[in-house]
DNA sequence: AATATACTAGTAATAGTTATCATTAAGGAG
DNA sequence: CTCCTTAATGATAACTATTACTAGTATATT
């Protein structure tokens, strides 16, 4: 893997992030920096930091990937209204059953997505005023 | 809403699997009683069925929606190399937190999703004879 | 400096899903 | 049962997110 600037620069400036970007989100903030990049070079990179452990890419509801600066695992919470995607405390660890001696099964368990879904505080206080 | 034998058939079909159909499978079984049915209105009904509650769709990893004919809260496990998606055992439940106390949110919690990926039994087989 | 090749920009292609619209048929009223 | 309103359908186009392709460029190794 080659250090190229492309990808640097799309490595920073997802680390400004605190939520969970999307591809094209992160492809017209990294344009100011770089205005001949391209969406395919986007893609290919956050791809690769990602299959490399530096980033982490989401795939939850809604229709668009999403990422995320931060590699560790953690929960998250979904805003079915507005699409924002939230962190939950990383220290908030739910202890998750060995489905495998649960079933019987010999699957290979890689990991595991937990997210909670519904109105996030802002759109639940707009909903409230309707 | 009204009783269309398109519904009514896709819904019979839906309920014949125990597995998670994509909504293009769903439509290439469905075809075989009903030759002349749309894509359009098996993605249709599909929505409709799931939005009044009869069935589950589910928008897990991987790029297609999976639709569930059973609309209870459960767990599933999904393939990364077959993309199958299994059912955990609807008795399997894990005491989620309140993540409102824990973050003093104002969250409306409408529902999570619990996923665990990996190999699937019959995968991690094979990839031992590799 | 020369070289091999991973990476890029630009663009085309693909896949999944949704929208449009003229036509059909549920199902309630009379 | 017949008429009527309108939800639903089939056919197709449009859309969106993502991936593939390719000639040219830039990285990093020799
Ligand atoms: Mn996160
Ligand atoms: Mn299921
Ligand atoms: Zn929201
Ligand atoms: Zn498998």
Same mark, same amino acid.
């Given at each position: 893997m080659r250090n190229t600037e492309q990808k640097s620069v799309i490595l920073e400036v997802l680390q400004t992030h605190k939520d969970h970007p999307t591809a094209d989100q992160l492809y017209s903030e990294v344009r100011e920096r770089l205005? #001949?990049?391209?969406l395919g070079t986007v893609y290919r990179n956050l791809e690769k930091l990602s299959s490399s452990g530096v980033i982490m890419k989401l795939e939850l509801g809604g229709n668009q990937k999403r990422f995320d600066p931060n590699p560790m695992d953690h929960y998250h919470f979904r805003c079915i209204t507005c699409s924002s995607i939230e962190d939950l405390p990383?220290?908030? #660890?739910v202890d998750l059953p060995d489905i495998n001696s649960e079933t019987r099964s010999n699957r290979v368990i890689l990991g595991t997505t937990l997210e909670y879904y519904g109105y996030c505080e802002e759109c639940a206080a707009n909903k409230i005023l309707n």
């Open positions: 205005p #001949k990049i391209s990383q220290d908030l #660890k």
